[in-house]
């Protein structure tokens, strides 16, 4: 018989699920939950959605296929209804010409990507990845067994990324470059030109690209731009879509991927093993947010827009901090190196578990989306909590 006290075998898991971490931005969420849980008044800048409800007709859609009884299997990548509904907006927004064939609805934006990370990148393939990224980019690559070649922009101008910059760092393995316009963390949007000159390099080099336009109407630059458009160049091109932003839906779990019949096929194979189809009712919700009116978009849009300029002006009020201006998501990123070295703080990391700690306010650093000098702060919120925050901030960092 074996003895009580044997000491029992570590547990062994796979030499892939080590290859990544828990997702920095979930981290600072489950913190700040822990404080409030304590009763302190958290000031939350650290969420990645919108504080908007769900428009009503988006809700009733699904209350009206409970009723219907619309709770069965659909197939695996969306109705053909919702496919037809995702291309057709795509086409009248974007000017692209995708077949249903060509389109998958995924458990969000997040499992599109995944998905489609599985099924391009090889063990030992390279992926082009620019910083600042978004940090599930990084651990999805290298889930695949892919490594990152990170690109680094710089904050002068906006973070801009061009394709002699990505060129400079194609290998003989480069696989894959990442996009995401409008960027998180950054806010960044790329010009439809230089989104099209990477698109070209790609295709020149027969190089895949997926980007990720899961902010792509949240765009404040008064031209918006997705590479579906881009219509010759679309054999090696992947669009990651989502409706959590765009309709307030984060909690609902739709997204998309638009691309070659193949890998969306391919696609389609990888979520029948997994998930099978996304949420029936979720998919009628769906079909009602992308066919029925778009002025929601717009005036979420429209507020977003104002309370991206409040909290840009009361950021770089702050003594010591620099802020650039965010074109696009629900992010800014400013730069708080100038506090380095004062009260003990060494970087963003200690920066940001200060400023949650001491001055209750959540915000997450810049580590974990490849720069060592930022925070995120999301400004996905009202004006007063924006105040109520910066005000936070301004007394906090003066103290140091
Ligand atoms: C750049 C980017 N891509 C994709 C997603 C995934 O969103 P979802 O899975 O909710 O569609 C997010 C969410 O934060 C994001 O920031």
């Known amino acids: ?48 959605e919108p504080h908007f409800a769900t428009p009503q007709h988006i809700k009733e859609a699904a209350i009206a296929a409970i009723q219907a009884n619309f709770t069965k299997y ?66 999805i690559v290298r889930y695949a067994g892919g490594d990152c070649v990170l690109v680094e922009t710089d904050e002068r101008p906006n973070f801009r990324l061009t394709a002699e910059m990505v060129q400079r760092r194609f290998t003989p393995r480069t696989k894959l470059i990442i996009l995401n316009s409008p960027s998180n963390p950054s806010g960044a949007v790329m010009s439809a030109e230089d989104m099209a000159q990477v698109v070209r390099l790609a295709h020149e080099r027969g190089i895949w690209v997926i980007s990720d336009e899961c902010y792509v109407y949240l765009n404040y630059t008064s031209k918006r731009f997705s590479v579906g458009s881009l219509r010759e160049y679309r054999e090696r091109m992947v669009i990651i879509g989502s409706l959590s932003k765009t309709y307030a839906m984060t909690g609902w779990r739709l997204g998309y991927a638009l691309g070659p019949a193949a890998v969306v096929s391919a696609m389609q194979k990888l979520q029948s093993q997994s998930t099978s ?7 009628k919700a769906a079909v009602a947010a992308l066919k029925g009116s778009q002025q929601c978009v717009a005036d979420m849009r ?27 998501a629900f992010y800014s990123y400013p730069n708080v190196s100038a506090f380095f070295g004062r009260g003990g703080l ?16 959540a915000t997450v650093p810049g580590e974990g989306f490849g720069t060592r000098d930022h925070i995120r702060v999301s400004y996905a919120t009202s004006v007063a909590e924006l105040d109520r925050g910066l005000e936070r901030m301004r007394k906090f960092l003066g103290a140091l």
């Open 346 to 361: 060494k970087s963003a990391a200690d920066l940001a578990g200060r400023l949650l700690r001491d001055a209750h306010v």
């Open 277 to 283: 189809n996304p949420t029936s009712i979720v998919q």
């Open 74 to 139: 659909t197939p695996v990548g969306g109705t053909a209804e919702l496919r037809d509904a995702i291309v057709h907006r795509h086409a009248v927004d974007f000017d692209s010409d995708y077949r249903r064939e060509e389109v998958v609805a995924s458990v969000g934006g997040k499992h599109a990507l995944f998905n489609a990370i599985q099924v391009l990148v090889e063990h030992g393939d390279d992926v082009i990845l620019p910083v600042p990224y978004w940090v599930s980019f990084k651990d």
């Open 1 to 48: 018989m074996t003895p009580v006290t044997e000491a029992t075998p570590a547990l062994k898991l796979t030499e892939r699920i080590n290859r990544i971490e828990p997702s920095a931005t979930l981290a600072v969420v489950a913190e700040a939950d822990k404080l409030r849980q304590q009763g302190i008044d958290v000031v939350d800048f650290g969420a990645g």
């Open 302 to 328: 429209a507020e977003y827009i104002n309370l991206r300029d409040h909290v840009v002006n009361g950021l770089r009020a702050i003594p010591g901090i620099q802020c650039t201006l965010p074109e696009g």
